[in-house]
Structure formats: C-alpha cells, structure tokens
C-alpha cells in the first residue's frame, strides 16, 4: 500500500450554520490543461461520469436524478436533487441532505475545477475526506491519462481530515 501524493483538500469551517452546529466543508481544487466544455462533459455526461464516478439516469430536467456508483469501492444508488445548473460553470447537488458544490472556471487552457461538500459533520470529515480525494483522482486519471488509484491507498488519509 502506498499513500497518494495527490493535493489535499482542505477542511474549512462553516460560517451559515446555526451557532451549535460544529459544521465543517471539505474543499477541493484541481487544474487541467483542457477546455472547460471537456471538464464539464466528465463531471455531467452519464458515460464519463460513470469512467470516475457513478452513472445517473433519469431527466435532469425535473430536477432529479438517480446515481449508481460505478467503482468496486461504492455501488450504491441514491436520489440526487439539482439544485442548480449553470453549465459549463457551476453544478449544485443534494446528495441525501448533503450539499455538494462543482465550479469551473477557464484562464487561458487552464480549467480549474473547485468542488466543495458543504455542511459535513466535523466528526465526519476524516471519514468523507479521504473517499472525495479518491473520486477526484479517478477523475483526474479519466482526463489526464494518470494511473488509476486504489481506494485501499486511501484509508490512511483521514488524519489529514480532522
């Protein structure tokens, strides 16, 4: 087993949560030497969603969706609910109460991907942490070419998390 030289994510303190909730998010930033239409394709087309993540059936258009996860780590189904598309720059999910925030924003042949899992429970976050570190690297392999990681490599990360 070897541990992931990938960039971290950074745990952040909520600032719109009620006074006694000890609510944390868990924010991401990757950059790919793409065109923000080809990000954006990997992260909402059903087929290069499914390479990294899950695959979603259903019509985005009512506001929902269904997702299956797609790797040997996760396969569960779960409803997702659009929050709000504004493509190729920004995507809002609820994820079983989760918020879950994609933005994309494109300098010159950079795009730069911000992905951020709001309202996470602190006690939670070296759990959760870790798991969207993994996905955004299976990402990055289904861009980039990369190797594909092992969510095995993944365990020892938590610390980094709390």
Do not use: N
Request: proline share 7%; glycine share 8%; hydrophobic share 40%.
């Amino acid at each position: 087993m070897s541990t992931p030289t990938t960039v971290l994510g950074e745990v952040r303190p909520e600032h719109d949560c009620p006074a006694d909730a000890v609510l944390v998010s868990l924010h991401y930033q990757r950059s790919f030497p793409l065109p923000i239409a080809s990000v954006w394709a990997a992260v909402t087309e059903p087929d290069a969603l499914a390479a990294w993540y899950g695959r979603w059936t259903g019509d985005p258009s009512s506001g929902r969706v269904r997702l299956t996860m797609t790797d040997e780590h996760d396969r569960a189904t779960t409803d997702i609910g659009i929050v709000e598309c504004a493509g190729p720059r920004l995507l809002v999910l609820d994820v079983d109460g989760w918020r879950l925030e994609l933005r994309l924003r494109q300098v010159g042949q950079v795009t730069t991907l911000e992905f951020t899992h709001r309202h996470v429970p602190r006690s939670e976050a070296a759990a959760i942490g870790p798991g969207w570190q993994y996905y955004l690297d299976r990402l990055d392999t289904l861009l980039m070419g990369r190797k594909t990681p092992r969510w095995a490599d993944y365990a020892e990360l938590g610390e980094s998390y709390r």
